[in-house]
């Protein structure tokens, strides 16, 4: 009975610390979204959006080993940042959207609107034959030392003019706030 209590608790510990991690990634997600957007407007009657989300997390990368380099909290968790790199990752934002805008934050999903893929993207900029289309493209989250989260923001475009940026996030009184900017470029 008591091996079958701890494989309970054990299984309640593992679903509580994925659950945490989900409702971490979609505030980080609303940090994200209401920066980016803060000056887009709502979407209405097919009212050109001119800053869209793209669907699939990012997988990180080995640019995330530059970042490393660049930042001594960074240095001190390299080795469990890295162990995070995945470039085969398959996931999209969903179960964060879904979270995030199914009770509030009605007013930020009417000015993001749904999130789109690269080819819908692609589409959507040919048909309104406009440059000034943005895709915002958001990584996987790393989160390290229980209390920090590395996020890579990038924003393409189908001209020149693309950018990026890594957020490093701390949690502080149990929320997310922007402890640093990293690597950030333009073209």
Not at 24 to 44: P, Q, R, S
Not at 114 to 125: A, D, G, N, T, Y
Not at 172 to 180: F, H, L
């Amino acid at each position: 009975m008591k091996i079958k209590f701890g494989v309970f608790l054990t299984l309640c510990f593992f679903h509580m610390t994925a659950r945490s991690q989900e409702n971490n990634d979609a505030d980080l997600l609303k940090i994200l979204l209401t920066k980016y957007y803060a000056n887009e407007k709502v979407i209405v009657k097919d009212r050109l959006q001119h800053l869209r989300f793209y669907c699939n997390k990012s997988p990180n990368n080995e640019e995330v080993l530059e970042v490393i380099t660049k930042s001594q909290l960074l240095k001190s968790h390299e080795k469990e940042v890295k162990n995070q790199i995945n470039i085969h990752l398959n996931e999209d934002w969903s179960k964060e959207f879904e979270q995030l805008f199914a009770k509030e934050h009605q007013y930020l999903k009417s000015k993001v609107n749904k999130c789109v893929s690269l080819e819908e993207f692609q589409v959507l900029s040919n048909r309104f034959n406009d440059n000034n289309q943005r895709l915002m493209i958001v990584n996987k989250p790393i989160h390290f030392a229980k209390k920090y989260c590395l996020v890579r923001v990038a924003f393409y475009r189908n001209i020149e003019h693309n950018s990026g940026r890594y957020f490093l996030f701390e949690k502080v009184n149990n929320t997310w706030v922007v402890k640093e900017v990293l690597n950030e470029w333009e073209t």
